[in-house]
């Protein structure tokens, strides 16, 4: 019994141990408006030019320094009726600038983004 409750004790403490905690992983939603080469990035309306500004900041604010990608996560939404080149053309800036964790969704444009 003695043996069980150190092993719980050390298992405790490895798990609590380290230089820092970890913090969650930062989930950044893009979404692509039915207007030609319009986004909203953080509640902004941005063009393509200023999210691919954006989307390095953030790349480079989340960036790890051994395999130099992102942590972060990108979630693209857009309605059915935005032409899906459009979508295309953020995935790609995403990962030109290193963000590799992207997914995309559909969403009707009346649906409010869940954050």
């Known amino acids: 019994m003695r043996s069980l409750a150190a092993l719980m004790l050390i298992a405790l403490t490895l798990t609590a141990c380290g230089p820092e905690r970890r913090e969650p992983i930062p989930i950044v939603h893009v979404t692509v408006l039915s207007e030609p080469g319009t986004y909203i990035l953080d509640g902004e309306r941005l063009y393509l030019t200023e999210l691919r500004t954006e989307l390095q900041k953030l790349a480079d604010k989340y960036r790890r320094p051994t395999v130099k990608n992102a942590r972060a996560h990108v979630v693209v939404s857009h309605g059915p009726r935005v032409p899906y080149h459009w979508v295309e053309q953020v995935l790609g800036t995403c990962a030109s600038v290193g ?14 983004q869940m954050r």
């Open 99 to 112: 963000l590799d964790k992207v997914e995309t969704q559909v969403r009707d444009e009346g649906v409010p």
